[in-house]
């Protein structure tokens, strides 16, 4: 069993930088693959990011290359999510999610936190 909770959602401005952090409960987060989606009223929840358990291979979905950096501590049980250049339509509801399987798809992954609040203004 998982527990996660994100923190570092916030209100910023477009072009603004936000870190949010998950911190995971258990003594075997370093083997779990670690995503972060989001979600925003209406859609489904979309991917975001993933990075493996021990080679620490990261994905990224399109709409967030080369502005979103995941990363993980294993020593702090912690996954973080770096964003900047921040864009309104990155506004949603950030969620944190542990698997045992690599993929992009939120049936890949067993526990998720409560999700975290991003509003980007314009």
């Known amino acids: 069993q998982v527990h996660l909770v994100e923190s570092g959602g916030g209100l910023v401005q477009a072009g603004g930088s936000l870190r949010l952090s998950c911190a995971a409960s258990g003594r075997t987060f370093s083997a779990y693959y670690m995503g972060w989606f989001r979600q925003t009223p209406g859609k489904e929840r979309e991917f975001v990011a993933t990075i493996r358990n021990w080679s620490g291979s990261r994905s990224y979905a399109d709409s967030v290359t080369g502005r979103f950096t995941i990363s993980r501590d294993n020593a702090a049980n912690t996954v973080y999510l770096q964003m900047n250049s921040l864009k309104p339509e990155d506004t949603a509801i950030y969620y944190c999610?542990?698997?045992?399987?690599?993929?992009?798809?939120?049936?890949?992954?067993?526990?998720w936190g409560q999700g975290t609040q991003v509003t980007v203004s314009s």
């Open positions: 999610a542990a698997g045992i399987s690599a993929g992009i798809s939120s049936s890949n992954y067993m526990y």
